[in-house]
Each structure stands twice: as C-alpha cells, then as structure tokens.
C-alpha cells in the first residue's frame, strides 16, 4: 500500500500564491517511486478535474488549461515529494486538492484523468476569496 500525504492548503486573496507538497511512501517504509505523479482538484459539486501532471522519470510536465502559465508542478526525487506551486490564484481555483499516483506511464495519466491514478491522497483544502 502507498500513502500520500498532501499538506500547503488554505486560504488567501485572489492574486495571491500557495505552495502544495505531496509526500510519498510505502506502507512498510521501503520507498515508493510512481511513474507518474499528478495534482487534481474537486470543487463542491463539479468533477475532479486533472490540474498538472509530471513523469518522475523525465522530468515531462502536463496541465490542464485552466492553470496553464499559472501553476507549476516538480517533483523532488531525493525527498520523493511532489509539489505544486500555484500563483495568480482567483476564486474558481477554490477546491479540495489531491495528490496521486501511477504505477505506470499510460495515456490516462498524461490525459490528466482520474482513471489512470493508482493511489490517492486524502486532499487539502484552497480557498481562494475575492
């Protein structure tokens, strides 16, 4: 089993930046490596939507559009930690935020679609006001 631990959520002014971090690891304490890891978000009543994805191997980047030039995903292969750092936030990227991730590089996780995520974390809440 693999646990995911998403921490940087809160609350800010639009216009404003926050830092999320997604720390990954084995239930037994051995080291987890996804292929690929990925940042969604679920606001009150809508989908989860894909936000960035990233390849740990080659370092590729994937985003939705919606936060395109905005947001920016790396991933700290030493600490096995995934971020997200999200500037210019407004209002409608209010949402619960969750890490994820794949055992395997497929279509659907670079798609950004849930389907394509083996493991999930518990999410941290944004709330952006205006």
């Known amino acids: 089993q693999v646990q995911l631990v998403e921490s940087g959520g809160g609350s800010v002014q639009a216009g404003g930046s926050l830092r999320l971090s997604c720390a990954a690891s084995?239930?037994?304490?051995?080291?987890?490596?996804?292929?690929?890891m990925g940042w969604f978000r679920q606001g009150p009543g809508k989908e989860r939507e894909g936000v960035a994805g990233?390849?740990?191997?080659?370092?590729?980047?994937y985003y939705g559009n919606s936060v395109k030039g905005r947001f920016t995903i790396s991933y700290d292969n030493a600490k096995n930690t995934l971020y997200l750092q999200m500037n210019s936030l407004n209002p409608d990227d209010s949402a619960m935020y969750y890490c994820?991730?794949?055992?395997?590089?497929?279509?659907?996780?670079?798609?950004?679609?849930?389907?394509?995520?083996?493991?999930w974390g518990q999410g941290t809440q944004v709330t952006v006001s205006s």
């Open positions: 990233i390849y740990t191997g080659a370092g590729s980047t």
């Open positions: 994820a991730a794949a055992g395997r590089m497929t279509s659907l996780a670079v798609q950004l679609s849930p389907d394509g995520y083996d493991y």
């Open positions: 084995a239930a037994s304490g051995s080291r987890y490596i996804a292929s690929v």
